[in-house]
């Protein structure tokens, strides 16, 4: 709010009003004190109570001096029905292969599978890693990633699947096989 007196005038003090939708509640202090020529700002707390519908609500805030002269801020309260933070990061494990396998490199190749679910926000990746670094990243279910064994050394090998929820949390799991 701003005082726009001279300083001849002085301090004004500027009465505040909300004026809010049916099944909304606030809080804002009844007056500012504000200094000729001086803004001042406070805090309006708006809440919606759970009987309000899904969409976008007017809301206004009145401010008047002593005078009688008002001004009107209006402004819009969105509100989303339904809508949870999500906290809990997403659970993932190894379909294929399973810990402790022993995999012939003569197979060519091999399939990693993963089984991942999130009931909040829902799976945005799983990421699969073969001794820490990463294979591929499967955005849709099933989620897996073909791991040439050509090439692979023989012996043991950590492979990790790494999955992430769609705010972003993630959970992994390991297995450790054996190439021969």
Known sequence: VKNNNTAACGSSSISLAQVLPAGFGGSVPASLSVAAGATASTSWTVTPSTSVGAGSHGIDLRAADTSGA???AHGTYAVVVGSTVDSTAPTVSFASPAYGSVLS????SVTIAANAKDSESGIARVDFYVDGVLLAT???APYNAVWPLRYVPTGSHTLRVRAFNK???SRSAAATVTVN
């Open 70 to 72: 008002t001004t009107t």
């Open 105 to 108: 490199r003569s197979l060519g």
């Open 138 to 140: 499967d955005t849709s």
């Open 167 to 169: 705010v972003g949390l």
